[in-house]
């Protein structure tokens, strides 16, 4: 599976970005995998910030929760973070994430989400919220 984002940007405090994650894989359904968009700040640990699963329940960070919104379009294979209300502190590089799945219930909870959570990842996208 390959993922590829895009949308990333500079904003100013209060603005907003949809970022995008194509996915490509002559097998690739959203049914079989659990997405996620994940953020890494300079010196800073890659963090979930929100994950959908093949039945299309969300979980979110509480950080992003309320401002972002992850979504995804079956017929263009493509997943989606909108994120509205941006602040400085949403700086970071941010990256999908995929994970093959049986089952909608093997998708981990954001409480429960780790990097190694998933298999597969993009190259990502940096996102600058400046004040």
């Known amino acids: 599976v390959q993922l590829v984002e895009s949308g990333g940007g500079s904003v100013q405090t209060g603005g907003s970005l949809r970022l995008s994650c194509a996915a490509s894989?002559?097998?690739?359904?959203?049914?079989?995998?659990?997405m996620g968009w994940f953020r890494q700040a300079p010196g800073k640990e890659r963090e979930a910030v929100a994950r959908?699963?093949?039945?299309?329940?969300?979980s979110y960070a509480n950080s992003v929760l309320g401002r972002f919104t992850i979504s995804q379009d079956n017929a263009k294979n493509t997943l989606y973070l909108q994120m509205n209300s941006l602040k400085p502190e949403d700086t970071a590089m941010y990256y999908c994430?995929?994970?093959?799945?049986?089952?909608?219930?093997?998708?981990?909870?954001?409480?429960?989400?780790?990097?190694?959570?998933?298999?597969?990842w993009g190259q990502g996208t940096q996102v600058t919220v400046s004040s």
């Open positions: 959908i699963d093949s039945d299309g329940s969300t």
């Open positions: 994430a995929a994970r093959f799945t049986m089952r909608a219930r093997d998708c981990p909870n954001i409480a429960t989400t780790t990097p190694y959570s998933y298999a597969y």
């Open positions: 894989s002559s097998r690739f359904t959203f049914r079989n995998y659990c």
